[in-house]
């Protein structure tokens, strides 16, 4: 599928069109990740990250202890 480079504001951009949206179930607001790998250029979703995915990876080799800052000072809560 072709597509033209067009202005937009101070950059450049590309309309993606509908079809190829709703394949990657993408919409207005998506996050993608923009390469350019041997003269192409790459657009892909980018990986959403769950919290839980995150949490699983800790175990008690990569844990950090607390660390004491002191006594709150001005208006700090803890």
Not at 7 to 31: A, T, Y
Request: aromatic share 4%.
């Amino acid at each position: 599928m072709e597509a033209k480079i067009q202005k937009w504001g101070n950059s450049l951009g590309i309309r993606i069109p509908m079809p190829i949206l709703k394949d990657l179930s993408l919409k207005n607001g998506s996050v993608v990740e923009i390469d350019e790998e041997n003269n192409r250029i790459i657009i892909q979703p980018s990986k959403k990250v769950e919290l839980e995915s995150l949490l699983s990876q800790i175990s008690d080799d990569n844990l950090h202890s607390e660390t004491d800052w002191g006594v709150a000072e001005g208006d700090e809560i803890w």
